[in-house]
């Protein structure tokens, strides 16, 4: 298993970068995606399988 995590200043930004991963990642598969906020950003976690290397 592996993690990449992502922030952004606002969600549409967090949204953005989080589709462009899972898009340009056709050979993975979603475990689970972590989210949480504060007053300054957004922040998410994406925990996946890769089906090519693991």
Known sequence: M?????FAWNNEKLDEKIN???S????IEVID???SSTM???SSMIIYKNHNFD
Do not use: A, M, R
């Open 33 to 35: 995606i972590k989210f």
């Open 2 to 6: 592996k993690v990449n995590s992502f």
């Open 40 to 42: 300054f950003y957004f």
């Open 24 to 27: 340009s990642n056709d050979d």
């Open 20 to 22: 462009e991963f899972l």
